[in-house]
T-cell receptor, first 115, second 114 residues
């Protein structure tokens, strides 16, 4: 799976948009960009994923550059409960077949939302 | 939505005893589950891949005789930490593959060995 690079930490004011960057310059054509977050002492929570088009759901938006070498996760109106470690992971969709289903986590970005 | 239930959420055990952690897929069948370990202020480290009806595949450096994994049904995988020692104290998390979202995670088990 392609390696990702994320800033170790970011701060955001409550109510403002939080933009979390991720670099994945070695991404392959069949690899998706997944975002998860982990609130302290809980299991990771799925946020969003995409292949090449921008995606939006009730939690966030995912902007993927045209060359797919980087992406940005956007939390439009951050709240204190969004304080967490955010992981950007690149890999083949596990439902696409094949035998390597492992999901490997990097260090992620600690987002702190301040009041 | 897809839910993975992990039990117990926390456990304290004496050094030398064994502890079993359960991971259940509540509304779907999971042929493959994963077990992670997370130490304080560190990221999740994959320990092993659990396959229903076959032996688990362990990551390099993970002792298979110490961390016994059983995946006897399509909805249950268990991790048993045998002869636990204080250095095994950690946060253990399971996950399963479900649908387009890919991976669903349990809420984790905090193991403290005293």
């Amino acid at each position: 799976d392609a390696k990702t690079t994320q800033p170790p930490s970011m701060d955001c004011a409550e109510g403002r948009a939080a933009n979390l960057p991720c670099n994945h310059s070695t991404i392959s054509g069949n690899e998706y960009v997944y975002w998860y977050r982990q609130i302290h002492s809980q299991g990771p929570q799925y946020i969003i994923h995409g292949l090449k088009n921008n995606e939006t759901n009730e939690m966030a938006s995912l902007i993927i550059t045209e060359d797919r070498k980087s992406s940005t996760l956007i939390l439009p109106h951050a709240t204190l409960r969004d304080t967490a470690v955010y992981y950007c992971i690149v890999r083949v969709n596990p439902n696409s077949g094949g035998s390597n289903y492992k999901l490997t986590f990097g260090k992620g970005t600690l987002l702190t939302v301040n009041p | 939505g897809a839910v993975v239930s992990q039990h117990p959420s926390w456990v304290i055990c004496k050094s030398g005893t064994s502890v079993k952690i359960e991971c259940r897929s509540l509304d779907f069948q999971a042929t493959t589950m994963f077990w992670y370990r997370q130490f304080p202020k560190q990221s999740l480290m994959l320990m092993a891949t659990s396959n229903e009806g076959s032996k688990a595949t362990y990551e390099q450096g993970v002792e298979k005789d110490k961390f016994l994994i059983n995946h006897a049904s399509l909805t249950l995988s268990t991790l048993t930490v045998t002869s636990a020692h204080p250095e095994d104290s950690s946060f253990y998390i399971c996950s399963a593959i479900r649908g387009q979202r890919g991976y669903t995670f349990g809420s984790g088990t905090r193991l403290t060995v005293v």
